[in-house]
């Protein structure tokens, strides 16, 4: 990932047994809140292949869904180093938000999805609830 717009998020580890690379294939309200659902796109973690994970923020700020293709701030230069989920709590975002907000809460972090095809930015004042599913067969 290229440091400039990154440099104040670190990786972030959602809940045991992750692989490393995850696609958003849906963004909707759910009675647990706005829920971001993944599928494992890697062939590292064979016990990962199976799972849907379902991100689920019952409040949140703001959110931003873009396609991957036009990030290029999120691009790699080793498919090593991929990896899908990133937080932090003084990304650039976080303080131009918090300068033209005086609402906007101090305790408020950056999470950043970075999938194959969809990359989200959600601004929460929590963690999300997580939910680790097998997929439908």
Not at 29 to 49: E, M, Q, V, Y
Not at 75 to 88: L, M, N, R, T, V
């Amino acid at each position: 990932m290229k440091e400039s717009r990154f440099q104040d998020l670190k990786e972030w580890y959602p809940f045991a047994g992750i692989d490393t690379i995850y696609d958003i294939y849906d963004v909707s309200w759910t009675d647990d809140g706005i829920t971001f659902a993944l599928i494992p796109d890697s062939l590292h973690n064979k016990l990962c292949r199976d799972i849907e994970v379902f991100l689920c923020w019952q409040d949140i700020l703001s959110y931003q869904i873009t396609k991957e293709i036009l990030r290029e701030d999120c691009w790699i230069d080793c498919p090593q180093k991929a990896w899908s989920f990133y937080e932090g709590n003084q990304t650039l975002q976080l303080l131009e938000f918090r300068k033209n907000s005086g609402f906007f809460p101090n305790e408020a972090r950056h999470f950043v999805i970075i999938g194959t095809t969809w990359i989200a930015d959600i601004f929460a004042t929590e963690y999300p609830k997580v939910k680790v599913v097998p997929m439908d067969s």
